[in-house]
């Protein structure tokens, strides 16, 4: 099935794997979704992630990160922002810090996606895709 919004079709997999407590998630690969599984795994919150299939049945295989024996979900919590019936959009001065700085918003910039501490350090702006902490 086709989504509208494969930003929050990822999110949400995520979130439901991580409650699961399951090891590997897979998510219909975009260029998008490769980006955010990309800061994701820089900033460790997955440990890591891989494209498979070919052509429309292409896939991220999304390997979660869990501490402890108890398996505690590194993920907390992923929430969408901007979404298609309302985008947000924010300049470099305005950019938000997720729990002071605790969490990572994930930002869509002219220079690709990166965390807000990367476009403040850069001085660009642009839309605020999602907050994960």
Known sequence: ???NDTIADMLTRI????????????IPAT?????????????G???SYEEVGEGVDRRLMVALR???KHRQPIITKLQRVSRPGLRVYSNHKELP????????????TSSGIM????ARRKGVG????CYVW
């Open 97 to 108: 810090r997720v729990l002071g700085g605790i969490g990572i918003a994930i930002i869509s």
């Open 15 to 26: 979130r439901n794997a991580t409650q699961a407590r399951h090891s590997v998630t897979a």
């Open 31 to 43: 260029k998008m979704t490769n980006n955010i599984a990309r800061v994701l795994k820089q900033e």
């Open 126 to 129: 642009g839309e605020v895709l």
């Open 66 to 68: 869990y501490r402890g």
């Open 1 to 3: 099935m086709a989504t």
């Open 45 to 47: 919150y997955i440990d």
């Open 115 to 118: 965390t807000d501490r990367e």
